[in-house]
């Protein structure tokens, strides 16, 4: 794996656009079907490239205790006013077409989807998503956690490795959605670690499949 300031300047590296995470922003419902062989080490390939540590988890127990840390997450941070607000800038950031990297990891509550900044930083939707995201969470049939050190400064390269994921995934057609409630929750933090025995902080948790028919593009 190249260190973060190695991988950064290779000229031979194709970087993905950076916007791409957005992609990745919305809830997906997957098909629970196992994925193919070919595109896994596909996958597998383009984590390589990236300059993060990457866990793929596809054994469905561990998905299900993922799925239901997600879950915790989502009741954790919409429980927590500070965190609708973030929400709630997030939201105008948004609006002004200012939305960045860090942005697109950020979960936003996708039930009602024309709820303005206000009900979104005004009401606890937290048991509601916890439900609905648990379902999507578990049926997806590969969730890949990606570590830089747990640390602020490695966050570039987190962010640069799931860019390289979504990039990968969009490219063999498949889905992707990000489910970083526990990442963003110090306890579910530690926890997701210790489940999945990772030796640094979670930074990124990535939910890739088929999408089910009727899924919107």
Known sequence: ??????FFNTPSVARPPPGILRHAARRVDFDARP?????LEA???AAREGPASVRFVSDEAERAAVAGLVAEGDRVLFAD???RYELMTWWRRQASSGETDADALLPVPDLFPGLGSFYLSSFDLGD???RRDFRLAAR????IVVHAGG???GLPAAIHTARCLVAEAERLSLAASFFNQPVLVPDLSRRLAATLLLPSAP???LAVGVARAGQPD
């Open 1 to 6: 794996m190249p260190a973060a300031e190695d």
């Open 43 to 45: 996958l597998e390939r």
């Open 81 to 83: 006013p500070a965190f």
């Open 151 to 153: 640390t602020p400064e």
């Open 140 to 143: 997806a049939p590969l969730h």
């Open 128 to 130: 509601l998503q916890a």
């Open 35 to 39: 994925l193919k062989v070919e595109a």
């Open 203 to 205: 930074q990124v948790l």
